[in-house]
């Protein structure tokens, strides 16, 4: 006689698996007729499900409905061809195929011996896109440095501040708390994750100096030295800064080279955030927008903005991985083993701020293995000669402006008549459902955002926005 389960079968597992393969693939297939942005008012999803939970299993086949019929209409299509708002987060068929794996595996990799090849894989990977990109070598394991997958760019500037806080303080900070005197600096066009940073780790934000800009919305580094000195002389203890490689309003690039001269004039840790724009280093023309990594202490990039690798997966480096394991290091009796306490192995979990992680850098192996340097290369190049086709329709058309420099897959610009008009714009445009994009303020101006990075977009498609872009205005 069995045992009684409610456990999904192998053979029932192959053919539902076989079914929401063949769903995702007509997805992928039609996701261009799509409505980018989702229809749906708010409450309007949630209306559609039912109010409490089955009491009885359902069959798959209604669960896989309920996808087309009450979530689809409600998500944004991040993965379609016609999506150009904010940065990618874009996927790919291999990257899906490693996750799947990666889901079905089931690893909690927090210790090298909880599954040696969930850590061992992710050291080669991180150590392969050194190379790929062109990083300072200071970043490979086989040095003091070395590389993790975090979930998110955030995380990972966290993780910097607090690695840079315990060393300035002498890890007293760890112990005792914050004493008020710590500050950090960034830009004032870095992402709002720095803030939060300074918010957790327990820095202020009043202890966060944003930075003016010049310009290109590019950090001013004379502007940074001088209030370093301010606050030095104020017997404050600058700590911590982060400069931006790609910023999120206007892809700027911050001058890394003065700004890493004086991070260490002053011994203070250097950040660099690349978040989506280190992906385009694996073009070597294109690693002019790293010159200067060379005098970082961390470098983060997010592989799951432009590199074709779903979300989450964020690479993470470190020029000297003992001040980070210091920082993060705690190691309670039930995680003791002879492998951790051999030194010979990485635990990852003392690199990051969570216990538990998944096996994310299958998913990064599985799509540098199908696509080679080679075809990642394509397609970065590709999409950056389609965002500098868009900036020349741009620039040929009189009703609209450029408002900052385009080095890559970003083109900021706006319509002449003013920020009513383009706010206006953009909401037609968007509401039509024939494409997405988003908008910012640059010097207090309304400036929409078109970035081309999903892992579909052609020619076809960025023509067919800047028709629309042109339609819209036209009605204005």
Known sequence: MSEKSYHMTPAQFREYGYAVIDWIADYYKGIGTL???SQVKPGEVRQTLTPGAPRKGEAFTAILHDMKAVILPGVTHWQSPNFFAYFPANASGPAILGD???????????????????????????????????????????????????????????CAMLAGRERATNYRSNRQGCDGRLVAYTSNQAHSSLEKA????????????????????????????????????AGLVPFFVSATVGTTSSNALDPLPAIGAICRKNNIWFHVD????????????LRYIQDGLDLADSYTFNPHKWMFTNFDCNCFYVADRKALIDTLSILPEYLRNQATESGAVFDYRDWHIPLGRRFRSLKLWFVIRHYGVEGLQFHVRRHVELAQQFLEWVRQDDRFEVAAPAPLNLVCFRH?????????????????GDLYLTHTRLNGKVTLRFCVGQTNTTQMHVENAWKRIQEEAGKL
């Not at 966060?208 to 030095?232: K, N, S, T």
């Not at 002449?416 to 206006?424: A, D, I, K, L, P």
């Open 274 to 285: 690349a978040a989506m724009s280190g992906t385009a280093a694996l073009c070597p023309e």
């Open 35 to 37: 409505p980018v942005l």
């Open 198 to 233: 300074a918010m957790v780790a327990g820095i202020g934000l009043e202890n966060l100096r944003l930075i003016e800009v010049d310009q290109q919305f590019a950090m001013r580094p004379e502007v940074l030295a001088r209030q370093i000195a301010q606050d030095g002389a």
């Open 100 to 158: 799947l794996l990666s889901s079905a595996l089931g690893v909690q990799g927090m210790l090298w011996a909880t599954s040696p090849a969930c850590t061992e894989l992710e050291t080669c990977v991180l150590d392969w896109l050194v190379s790929m990109l062109g990083l300072p070598e200071k970043f490979l394991s086989t040095s003091k440095g070395g590389g993790v997958i975090q979930d998110t760019a955030s995380s990972s500037s966290l």
């Open 416 to 432: 002449r008549g003013g920020n009513e008009r383009n706010t206006m714009l953009m909401d037609r445009l968007n509401t039509s």
